[in-house]
């Protein structure tokens, strides 16, 4: 509801859009069309397209803020012929990608010579997160809007390496350099299953579901590893 007037969603997007000016300066409705409609959106002047694509994603989210107002500002501001091609041509197969529900043609869709490069400077350990879940079989990895998430693209049968693999990457970037506790074999699904008991009241709260499949053990500092997992959980059952 809005002002005492009931509005369907797709209504409710320009309004939206124009908010975001407080956050990042200009008025897009990048983050709101999706928010509020759900699928992949692709939005014009004339209105928003919806498309319910049937992927696998995986969402790697490091313990750190990127403003988005930072983030937009980082894009360059201008591009060469060759990049505006190139985008075009990455943009166009990322949609046919959502279209098809086809993981290949939406990894390939997310390379990006532009913004990407840009915002991924500001991810603490982008490029390592990137690398072990192309290696595990992701299809395609970017920076999740103006960061600080990672998104990766899989398949269905390559969704939980590919997870394992951006925590490992993600780890690389966690563990502080003190006097920890030494690094150990260390049950990925009991800290699971511990930081759940931990967030039980507020995953209740949030009317959420986490669903757990079968882990395997990391040498790592267990304490910090049990940070990391919660970092994670609670940032998205926010």
Known sequence: ????????????????????????????????????????????PDGTTVVEPDLSLVVCLPEEAVPTRAAREAVPESLSVSDHVETVRNAATLTVGMCRSAPALVGR?????VVTPARAALVTGYE??????????????????????VLAVARSETQSAVAQAMIDGLLEYSRVDTDGDPMEPTPVGEVVSDVRDDLAVRIDDADATLTVDSLPTL????????????????????
């Open 1 to 44: 509801e809005l002002c005492g007037r009931w509005l369907p969603r797709t209504e409710l997007v320009s309004g939206a859009a124009e908010g975001e000016v407080a956050a990042s300066g200009e008025v897009h409705a990048d983050n709101v069309a999706p928010a509020l409609l759900g699928g992949f959106t692709i939005t014009r």
């Open 219 to 238: 040498v790592a500092d267990p304490n910090q590893l049990r940070m990391l997992l919660q970092n994670l959980i609670a940032n998205a059952i926010k």
């Open 109 to 113: 869709g997310l390379d990006d010579p």
């Open 128 to 149: 390592t997160v990137r690398e072990r879940a192309l290696a595990a079989g992701a299809t395609g990895v970017t920076v999740s809007g103006s960061g600080p998430g």
